[in-house]
T-cell receptor, first 113, second 111 residues
């Protein structure tokens, strides 16, 4: 069955460092992958979309890579700030895409000043 | 441009009552998705609707749960005869295409 895995352990880093979060998936080949940010008590907010023919995408301090051979995406936040503390979710369209997205469990990032 | 609007923000029901959750998509979006999130768990897909049509309800329990998106008005997620296990955050999202815009959710608490 199709599966998305994100590190369930919280990631704690010091302000100014680069945070790297991992998303692994199995048993399918999605046309694209998305990353969302979720703050406590709020709905997820879209951050970046990367397509299968793109190796890397950047937006300000964010960088996403997509390795379709390894079936993995890495999400980087450079020069991290306490305001970056949140839960980050990766999401993929399932096989036989009907328009919905399947979400990973999310990784909580805590940036300490 | 208003975002996705969900109401109520918090809903308390006693076991056996009905819960109605409302979602107004962003202007111009005709696709609505409902997700459920339990504490310490990820978002679980429930149902995908377009105006007057259910496209995919594979994630919705067969009993007690129903969803609609009428031609006029908001999308409604209805839970009949609620049980304690229905307590969760319910998020609605609308979409113009590939990506989703989420509302702030409805926190349902069943006493």
């Amino acid at each position: 069955s199709q599966k998305i895995e994100q590190n369930s352990e919280a990631l704690n880093i010091q302000e100014g460092k680069t945070a790297t979060l991992t998303c692994n998936y199995t048993n399918y080949s999605p046309a694209y992958l998305q990353w969302y940010r979720q703050d406590p008590g709020r709905g997820p907010v879209f951050l970046l979309l990367i397509r299968e023919n793109e190796k890397e995408k950047r937006k300000e301090r964010l960088k996403v890579t997509f390795d379709t051979t390894l079936k993995q995406s890495l999400f980087h936040i450079t020069a991290s700030q306490p305001a970056d503390s949140a839960t980050y979710l990766c999401a993929l369209p399932p096989s036989g895409n009907t328009g919905k997205l399947i979400f990973g469990q999310g990784t909580t990032l805590q940036v300490k000043p | 441009n208003a975002g996705v609007m969900q109401n109520p923000r918090h809903l308390v029901r006693r076991r056996g009552q009905e819960a109605r959750l409302r979602c107004s998509p962003m202007k111009g979006h005709s696709h609505v998705y409902w997700y459920r999130q339990l504490p310490e768990e990820g978002l679980k897909f429930m149902v995908y609707l377009q105006k007057e049509n259910i496209i995919d309800e594979s994630g919705m329990p067969k009993e007690r749960f129903s969803a609609e998106f009428p031609k006029e008005g908001p999308s409604i997620l209805r839970i009949q005869q609620v049980v304690r296990g229905d307590s969760a955050a319910y998020f609605c999202a609308s979409s113009p295409g590939d990506l989703l815009f989420f509302g702030s959710g409805t926190q349902l608490s069943v006493l």
